[in-house]
């Protein structure tokens, strides 16, 4: 959905509701805390004709349209995409409950039913072979494949047609640990350049607003803003556009001041709001003690 809101991960989780860049993300964040390699990908599959139209009436790509995730299991790469692993059984199971007798001395029990839903989730798009993943997924990064002959880009979702080669012999898991270990695998210079040589798609500057966007999105019940967490976000923001500027030679003064600019704005908001309460408190305090 072109026009979905940017949630953060926190807010998928608390409305457990998004769209693939937002499973994906949460999916990303648990594999980290689990110590687990997992990086996202981004691609295409198949879209109806009305949704085709509809894009190219609004001047957007056909190239993306979809984002899952490839994780390191048993130093092996494997392709999962969460948002395609939805619900695809729901069981009603009926036990007996021991109903609370308000007369103990009675010696008769009585039971209730009690009925429970236990939802199952799909495990097809956890873990499928990348023959499989390729009919209805194709990523802008060959390495992401995860095959040795990668077939051509535009050709990859074609069902009747023979998948012409891009390249023979690819060593994908060397290609996939470079870009995993490189301080911002999204903007990792091998990661951009060839992913435009395969697929024709510049994907930096849409990477780039979306991490832009992530400080300022809505707060969470799970994560509220915080101080340190605006001043994190300021830091983090100013070492990913001095790693883009020195290893993409790009620059996005415009959108970075801007962003930087209103987390200032949000930040000094809080300061504020701190010193209120501080001063409440301190007013309080001295209050009970002159009545003491």
Known sequence: DNKALDYSPELTTQKATGVCRDFTKVFLIFCTKSKIPCMEIIGKSPINIFK???????????????????????????????????????????????????????????????ITFVKSASRKYYDPTPEFMLKTH?????????????P?????????????????????????????????????????????????????????????????????KYKPKTIEFYDDSKKHLEDLNLYISENLGRK??????KCLEEIEKRRLKLVKLKERELLMKSKKKKKSNNFN
């Not at 092996?76 to 939805?86: A, F, N, R, Y």
């Not at 199971?93 to 021991?98: A, R």
């Not at 802008?140 to 990668?150: K, R």
């Open 52 to 114: 085709k139209i509809k894009l190219i009436l609004h001047l957007q790509s056909l190239k993306t349209n979809h984002i899952w995730n490839v994780v390191k299991l048993n130093n092996e790469w494997k392709l999962m995409d969460p948002t395609w692993s939805g619900i695809n059984k729901i069981e009603k199971i009926v036990t007996l409950v021991e109903k609370k007798n308000k007369n103990k001395s009675a010696k008769v029990k009585s039971y209730e039913k009690k």
């Open 152 to 220: 051509k880009f535009k050709k990859s979702l074609k069902r009747n047609k023979k998948k012409l080669e891009f390249i023979k012999d690819y060593k994908f898991e060397s290609k996939l640990d470079s870009i995993f270990n490189s301080k911002y695998p999204s903007f990792n210079k091998v990661f951009i350049f060839e992913a435009y040589n395969y697929s024709k798609v510049d994907i930096a500057y849409y990477q780039y607003k979306y991490e832009l966007a992530l400080p300022l999105l809505k707060s969470t």
């Open 138 to 150: 194709v990523p802008i990064h060959p390495a992401f494949v995860l095959m040795d002959s990668v």
């Open 252 to 257: 996005y003064s415009y959108e970075y001041e």
